[in-house]
């Protein structure tokens, strides 16, 4: 499965202690050298450019093609960077948090979810806690919609007690 991410998904995951969930559902992630650059910026929580410092084997940085990322210039380098590595690579899934980009990416026909998609599946697969991860993530500055949060813990815990 091909997994392009943006910045956001990946810094959240790894502030909450759950980055190698990446790895665990989906085998490999790409992105582009905006996201790697974003992400190793001295703005970034040190936990998560700790994370970078060599970044893990499931981790993969490529480029797009040049001048492809220009079309989406009203979005972040990052965003812009990522969408376009979804689209020339096929992407199966497309990581991103921020709405502007996430809604780019839906009119281009990608598969998208976010942070709370991440975690929403890992605890499908058993592999997370989602009510104790959902209450670290509102520790960090994610500010996902406290709605959604509600209603997927309401149907992981519905999950549970069918399984």
Known sequence: ????????????????GEIELLPKIFGRVLIPPAVLKEL??????EAVRRLLVTAPSWLEIKSPSHGTAQRFDHL?????E????????????????DRA??????????????????LDKAAELG???LAEVFSRLQ?????GPASLMAR????????KRQG
């Open 139 to 143: 520790q960090t500055s994610f500010r």
């Open 101 to 118: 980009a996430y809604s780019v990416a839906l009119g281009l026909g990608l598969a998208v979810t976010g942070t709370l998609g991440v």
């Open 1 to 16: 499965m091909i997994v392009v991410s943006d910045t956001t998904p990946l810094n959240y995951l790894a502030l909450v």
């Open 76 to 80: 972040d380098a990052g965003e812009a």
């Open 40 to 45: 190793m910026s001295d703005r970034t929580p």
């Open 82 to 97: 990522a969408i376009a590595l979804a689209l020339e690579t096929g992407a199966e899934l497309f990581l991103v948090d």
């Open 127 to 129: 592999l997370i806690d």
């Open 152 to 159: 997927l813990i309401e149907a992981d815990t519905k999950r």
